[in-house]
T-cell receptor, first 117, second 113 residues
Framework: AQKVTQAQTEISVVEKEDVTLDCVYE???????LFWYKQPPSGELVFLIR??????QNEISGRYSWNFQKSTSSFNFTITASQVVDSAVYFC??????????????FGSGTRLQVQP | DSGVTQTPKHLITATGQRVTLRCSPR?????VYWYQQSLDQGLQFLIQ???????AKGNILERFSAQQFPDLHSELNLSSLELGDSALYFC????????????FGPGTRLTVL
């Protein structure tokens, strides 16, 4: 079975602070895909990043960076110099390999990030 | 804007009623996924269609059903509604099974009174 755990329910930081959102996953698949989505107060789900299990390179996109560690089954998300507009709920999700019935996303419970001015 | 549209945006109805939620995927996308987001269950996968055929089922109740039409739009039918069915229902689309990114619509907020 697939499972995603986001242990941090809510995080509050002050603008310009760095913040890391944790994600731990469980899967028996050797090939899988990891995602982060953002859900701002308006409610839509916005795709942020996809990472393949066979690519452990970390990724940076502007103020966002992701640290994928297969050895600890973690896919953590760091926002550098946070801004008020980063306030949202962030979801980590897992997808199985192609040609399986596990192509739907298994989501974690989400981490609510509040960035105070 | 993801390119996925969902109607209606909000729906308020009574227990025991039946409603239909509609989703139009991004142009060219063949796969449609339905997800339910509720306070107690979080974001859960309900069902997937690919080019008109059901491909996978998640935690979908028997009172719920879906279909995908030849023009690739999809409908989620919820019947005998209960208070606990109140949730945000998302539709997502992707190009196909081999594509990983799913793009989400704005959701339909269902309130059952």
């Amino acid at each position: 079975a697939q499972k995603v755990t986001q242990a941090q329910t809510e995080i509050s930081v002050v603008e310009k602070e760095d913040v890391t959102l944790d994600c731990v996953y469980e899967t028996r698949d050797t090939t899988y895909y990891l995602f982060w989505y953002k859900q701002p107060p308006s409610g839509e789900l916005v795709f942020l990043i996809r990472r393949n299990s066979f690519d452990e390179q970390n990724e940076i996109s502007g103020r966002y960076s992701w640290n994928f560690q297969k050895s600890t089954s973690s896919f953590n998300f760091t926002i550098t110099a946070s801004q008020v507009v980063d306030s949202a709920v962030y979801f980590c999700a897992l997808m199985g390999p192609m040609d399986t019935g596990r192509r739907a996303l298994t989501f974690g419970s989400g981490t609510r990030l509040q960035v105070q001015p | 804007d993801s390119g996925v549209t969902q109607t209606p945006k909000h729906l308020i109805t009574a227990t025991g009623q039946r409603v239909t939620l509609r989703c139009s995927p991004r142009s060219g996308d063949l796969s449609v996924y339905w997800y339910q987001q509720s306070l107690d269950q979080g974001l859960q996968f309900l069902i997937q269609y690919y080019n008109g055929e059901e491909r996978a089922k998640g935690n979908i109740l028997e009172r719920f059903s879906a279909q995908q039409f030849p023009d690739l739009h999809s409908e989620l039918n919820l019947s005998s509604l209960e208070l606990g069915d109140s949730a945000l229902y998302f539709c997502a689309s992707s190009m196909g099974q081999e594509y990983n990114e799913q793009f989400f619509g704005p959701g339909t907020r269902l309130t059952v009174l």
